[in-house]
């Protein structure tokens, strides 16, 4: 059985935001949206996302100070960061830092979708790899 991506987009910009979230949910997927990291942060308290749609220019809380709250908290996203500005630089520190994918706006819907898929796939395969482990470290007694 496939499971449904948990999808929260983050960007300042409305108008890209709804678009994404209707996109995403014609597609299938269960998504929710935030208007800016600290509201990010907030929804991903409350757990059960998967990927994280991060815009990185934005007021407050850039895309990469609220990427660096995401691993200090520990919340267990694959985070795809999405910009309008192109920096080969910041794009290279970010996947070397473990950002999933780095998009560039406009990036098309299947680009996107694409990055959502491979991103889940990414998830899926770790969460089979911890339960098979758990398997070895305590077996059943039969």
Do not use: W
């Amino acid at each position: 059985m496939e499971t449904i991506a948990r999808i929260l987009v983050v960007d300042d910009e409305e108008r890209f935001r709804k678009s994404m979230v209707r996109i995403l949910k014609s597609k299938g997927y269960v998504v929710d949206e935030a208007c800016d990291g600290m509201d990010a942060l907030n929804k991903l308290a409350t757990g059960g996302f998967d990927v994280v749609l991060l815009d990185l220019k934005m007021p407050e809380l850039s895309g990469e100070e609220t990427y660096n709250e995401i691993r200090l908290q520990g919340f267990d996203v694959e985070t795809i960061c999405l910009t309008g500005h192109v920096s080969i630089n910041e794009a290279t520190q970010l996947l070397q830092r473990g950002v999933f994918d780095y998009l560039v706006k406009p990036a098309s819907v299947e680009e996107i979708i694409t990055a959502v898929q491979r991103a889940m796939d990414k998830k899926q395969l770790r969460n089979n790899e911890i339960e098979i482990d758990q398997l070895f470290k305590n077996p059943a007694v039969n």
